[in-house]
């Protein structure tokens, strides 16, 4: 079935440091690929999406790249705020089938 | 604002105990979605609805059932709640067309302890 792999956290970074967090997944076909962030006492908003091989969704200054050959959809933001702090998940749908979710990244970013 | 309203957004139960969460939307989106948040395991689907009158279980559906009231609501019933029920319940809804996912909506969640 689909799965998705997310690095494990906490990530704690310093403001204005660039942030790279991994996500690889598994899945036939063709799945659509989603970023989700989650402040704390919230529920889940959705950052970014990328539907197709070699798109790149972007959101708030996050980007992430849909790698067929890699099976990966990396999050990256070139200078993390404060605000950033959060927990990030990655997702995939395979079509009619429902998302799903990897286990999520913290990201504790200091002043 | 349109969006995905829950309630309540906290619950405490004893064991044994019964409790409707509700849902409710206003986007016309077709399916709906709970889902359960527990440290450390992310999201887990309980159960889904692709339209109104249709339901159908997910990855840990034991222990609730669902209703889908019609288009708007979509409620989650626990009949005899346990402390492995403790958990953050999320409600979803997604726009999708004929396969294709745009992604979800996700209300501000229920925190639900049982004791």
């Known amino acids: 079935g689909d799965s998705v792999t997310q690095m494990e956290g906490p990530v704690t970074l310093s403001e204005e440091a660039f942030l790279t967090i991994n996500c690889t997944y598994t899945?036939?076909?063709?799945?659509?690929l989603f970023w989700y962030v989650q402040y704390p006492g919230e529920g889940l908003q959705l950052l970014l999406k990328?539907?197709?091989?070699?798109d790149k969704g972007s959101n708030k200054g996050f980007e992430a790249t849909y790698r067929k050959e890699t099976t990966s959809f990396h999050l990256e933001k070139g200078s993390v705020q404060v605000s950033d702090s959060a927990v990030y998940f990655c997702?995939?749908?395979?079509?009619?089938?429902?998302?799903?979710f990897g286990k999520g990244t913290m990201l504790l970013v200091s002043p | 604002n349109a969006g995905v309203t829950q309630t309540p957004k906290f619950q405490v139960l004893k064991t044994g105990q019964s409790m409707t969460l509700q849902c409710a939307q206003d986007?016309?989106?077709?399916?709906m979605y709970w889902y359960r948040q527990d440290p450390g395991m992310g999201l887990r689907l309980i159960y889904y609805?692709?339209?109104?009158?249709?339901?159908d279980k997910g990855e840990v559906p034991n222990g609730y059932n669902v209703s889908r009231l019609n288009k708007r609501e979509f409620s989650l019933r626990l009949e005899s709640a346990a402390p492995s029920q403790t958990s953050v319940y999320f409600c979803?809804?997604?726009?999708?067309?004929?396969?294709?996912?745009?992604?979800?909506?996700f209300g501000s969640g229920t925190r639900l302890t049982v004791v």
């Open positions: 997702a995939l749908s395979g079509g009619y089938s429902t998302l799903t």
């Open positions: 899945a036939t076909g063709y799945p659509s």
């Open positions: 990328a539907t197709k091989a070699d």
């Open positions: 986007m016309n989106h077709n399916s």
């Open positions: 609805s692709a339209s109104e009158g249709t339901t």
């Open positions: 979803a809804t997604e726009r999708d067309l004929g396969g294709f996912s745009y992604g979800y909506t």
